[in-house]
């Protein structure tokens, strides 16, 4: 069976064609700046790489293109559409009614729609995506939609309620919702697989998605029961642009000093904040790491706050854990950043945690265990792949048809 990934952005469309059959990438690609000058890349399996500068107008130009690449060209990976069996797409809101991957309905999308409210950049593009992917395939291809948020459902009350008056709460479900969920399941999952307790019965464990948005999330029996992000994929710690939790003053403080309305204050921070804002350099780990060793004193100070905001995090959820038995790392920045995790990794001596260093410093972007055999905590790298969960649940569900 041979699903087709959909993760739909705002101006960009990733993709990718897995045979399931081994679990096997025939091609991936990403369509970018869509709506604005356009840019399409798409790779297949066998090395095989294709940029080019292409206008397309919204999603549905985009999944041409896409469509195209698959069944043409010197990047030709099938030969009819009707090889594809199943769409499944990446949504990142899914509310309070959607704790696991669905079939896309026509309430589906409708619900889609009005979480869009609660994830205005993402969700609309969600549906567009979908919109598109009906228009290529017509109606009679199954697609499934798989949440961000829905992994994070299983989170107590106490956990997911903001300190502030309940009727925002029940007018305009505002709580903590949790993003990158996709990603705590597959890492968590094969952590629990690596620590021989299958579905994590009886474990507590910490997963680390740090890339260019970072969150954290506590896991006890292989359930949620906190994560760092909240409302939206702002809150928690220091991510690439994103500010993470700040005193909620500071924003009405600024807001009033520099005259912004509640649109341009999201946008700083969103985009101007975090390791960029403080740094002034970049978002990106590789160049902040770079200004570091060059002497720049406010990317060290940008990589010491969030060190110690991820240890503060991290300690906090070992402390609503009742314990630690595994601390996993995963994403751009967990997987390829040695350096970060060694820094994590040894405030957690006092728990007993001892990292093996050379093992530590020599992993980048592959699995492996980083602590010593004498370690009480156990730590891991694990590389995510959202990708394959999707293309999973989707033949998971359209198998049951
Ligand atoms: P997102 O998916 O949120 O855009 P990623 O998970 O791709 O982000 O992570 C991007 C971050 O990972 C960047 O800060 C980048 O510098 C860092 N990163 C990626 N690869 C490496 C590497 N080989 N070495 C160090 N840092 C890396």
Known sequence: ??????????????????????EVVLA??????????????????SGYTKKIDVVMHDHTAAFSQVTKALLSGEGKVIDSLTEIS?????????????DRSVLVTPEVVKDIDEYAELAPLHNKAHVQGINAATKAFGSDVPQVVVFDTAFHQTMPPKAYMFGIPYEYYEKYAVRRYGFHGTSHRYVSGRCFELLNKPNGEGTRVVSCHLGNGSSIAALKDGKVIDTTM???????????????????SV?????????????????????????????????????????IEDGNERAKLAWDMRTYEII???GGYIAALGGVDAIIFTAGIGENQPLLRKEILESL????????????????????????????????????????VIARDTMEIVSKL
Not at 1 to 22: E, R, T
Not at 267 to 272: C, S
Not at 352 to 378: H, L
């Open 1 to 22: 069976m041979k699903i087709l990934v959909i993760n739909a952005g705002s101006s960009s469309l990733k993709y990718q064609l897995i045979d399931m059959n081994g």
């Open 28 to 45: 991936k690609g990403n369509c970018e700046r869509i709506g604005i000058d356009g840019r399409f890349t798409h790779k297949t399996h």
């Open 86 to 98: 199943a769409v499944g797409h990446r949504i990142v809101q899914g509310g309070t009614k959607y």
């Open 230 to 248: 909240g409302l939206t994929p702002l809150d928690g710690f220091i991510m690439g642009t994103r500010s993470g939790a700040v005193d909620p």
């Open 251 to 291: 924003i009405s403080f600024i807001m009033n000093k520099e005259g912004l309305n509640p649109k341009e204050m999201d946008e700083i921070l969103n985009k101007k904040s975090g390791m960029l804002g403080i740094s002034g350099v970049s978002s990106d780990d590789r160049d902040i790491v770079n200004a």
């Open 312 to 314: 503060k995090y991290i």
């Open 349 to 388: 001596g006092y728990r007993g945690a001892k990292i093996d260093n050379e093992k530590n410093m020599a992993v980048r972007g592959t699995e492996a265990e980083i602590t010593t055999p004498d370690s009480t905590v156990r730590a891991f790298v694990i590389p995510t792949n959202e990708e394959l």
